[in-house]
């Protein structure tokens, strides 16, 4: 090619570039959100069998789980975010060996935060789940799930990066068929793991730990399979391949990718505050809500679905110039995400008893739970809104406004529960709080997204 000759995306993002927005949308998020029913299904069902154990056991899953899902938002939607935007501006831009030097970096980069995460829990996760409340059975149970899930952190983290990178690229299928494949081996190893069979002995919480970590070990083996050089690496959209370390490359995902973990992380602090706000109204109500967040923990994956086609279709715009469709593709997905996301937070609220009935006949804890629905189902649109607007942000490489949103939301919610709980408040003053705080960083996200509208 003409030295002078300017880059072109190849087929692929040719098409992502020149498609009508929501069908383009829909092929990138469709495998992804496939993957994302799978996950919720077996997770709804781990939650079931792990109900079997008893209050305790799910009180400990409680106080472990949001920690988990700050590593998995950090490393998907976070750092992650990062590396999928990067990748999609590059590739948008036709710089098709810039895109596969930033896979080499992602993974010098998740295995650095992977081994931060198991030491860090590994030295602070006994202190940080007695401070939360966990006692006794409880925090023993805790401590059985947290040793499984986050002693393999590294392996959780290349299997995010990894896919983020290809989701990035617009290889959605690949991650896809990996993560199906899975999730059908989980539905039978988790009560497996969990209850024993024969000579396998029952391992309890543990054992839906160890469940977990198995099912990322066999996704990240595929992934390194199928991106080996001389399979079917030439014919993906990326290549595997050792790279000299570039700062600059570092910085390109690092400058969206760890402002994006910060909003996470702020996010995380956000559950984990309230979490032991609750903590200190006993043992039931921890359960409670517990069992009724785990909906919000349900309901960020799917959005995070459709966040990953945003990502790479406003990174791709925008590496391309093409910054009013960027624009147009940000605001018809926050659209979608508000409606679906207040759709199920006003029926939960109006029936709590369809999610409630399915893990517990305890009324004390019924009834924490159905309290959770009834004063924050409302605002669940708002966080939806905000939330894809964030993923929009990152395509835009543009983190300042999801930054406040989140410092604005962890303030008013943690903030307002720790004070109410400390004036000894009713449980749903709390719960206020939290919904308060969700519908503030709907509309900061909203605030910032519109500001950057094209001229």
């Known amino acids: ?10 087929a692929r993002f040719a098409a992502i570039l020149s498609g009508p927005i929501l069908p383009t949308l829909a092929k990138l998020t469709a495998p992804v959100l496939l993957v994302i029913t799978a996950q919720l299904f077996v997770s709804i069902l781990e939650a079931y069998w792990v109900s079997r154990l008893g209050t305790q056991a799910v009180a400990g899953v409680a106080l472990v789980l949001p920690l988990f899902v700050l590593m998995g938002t950090m490393s ?21 060996a810039r895109a596969d030097a930033l896979l080499w970096h992602a993974i010098v980069i998740a295995i650095g935060f992977g081994l931060l995460f198991t030491i860090a829990a590994e030295l602070a996760g006994p202190m940080l789940y007695a401070a939360l409340g966990g006692r006794g059975e409880t925090l023993q149970a805790a401590l059985d799930f947290s040793a499984w899930v986050f002693g393999g952190a590294t392996i959780v983290w290349l299997v995010n990066l990894i896919g983020a990178a290809l989701r ?45 970590l198995i ?23 990326l290549k595997l391949a050792r790279h000299p370390l570039d700062p600059a490359l570092f910085a390109a995902i690092m400058r969206v990718g760890l402002v994006s973990a910060v909003g996470t992380l702020l996010a ?6 309230i979490t032991g706000s609750v903590g200190q109204y006993g043992t039931a109500p921890l359960a ?16 995070f679905g459709l966040g990953t086609g945003v990502v790479t279709m406003v990174g791709a715009a925008s590496g391309a110039g093409q910054h009013a469709r960027a624009w147009r593709t940000a605001w018809l997905a926050a659209g979608l995400a508000f409606a679906g996301s207040m759709v199920i937070g006003l029926v939960l609220m109006a029936a709590p008893g369809l ?29 939806g809104l905000g939330l894809m607007l964030y ?19 962890l303030a008013v919610t943690a903030g307002g529960a720790a004070w109410l709980a400390s004036q000894a408040a009713a449980l749903d003053q709390l719960y206020l709080a939290a919904a308060a705080g969700s519908v503030m960083f709907g509309l900061i996200n909203m605030a910032a997204v519109w500001r950057a509208r094209p001229t």
């Open 1 to 10: 090619m003409n030295a002078s000759a300017k880059p072109t995306p190849d």
């Open 168 to 212: 990035g690229a617009g290889e959605v299928k690949l991650p896809a068929k990996i993560n199906l494949a899975g999730a059908a081996v989980l539905v039978p190893l988790s009560p497996l793991l969990i209850f024993g069979f024969g000579p396998l002995p029952a391992m309890g919480v543990a054992g839906a730990g160890l469940a977990t």
């Open 268 to 273: 995380s602090l956000t559950i984990v505050a």
């Open 76 to 96: 998907n939607g976070g750092i992650g975010g990062g590396v999928a935007a990067a990748v999609a501006r590059a590739k948008g831009a036709g710089d098709h």
């Open 215 to 237: 099912f990322y070990a066999g996704a990240l083996v595929a992934f390194l399979l199928w991106l080996r050089p001389g399979t079917h690496s030439h014919r993906g959209p």
């Open 391 to 409: 993923f929009a942000s990152q395509g835009f490489g543009r983190m300042r406004g999801p930054l406040l949103a989140g410092i604005v939301r």
């Open 355 to 383: 999610w409630m009935d399915w893990f517990t006949a305890d009324p004390a804890v019924h009834a924490a739970g159905s309290l959770w629905f009834h004063r924050v189902g409302p605002s669940y649109g708002f966080f």
């Open 288 to 303: 409670g809500y517990g069992l009724a967040s785990r909906v919000d923990s349900l309901l960020v994956p799917l959005l």
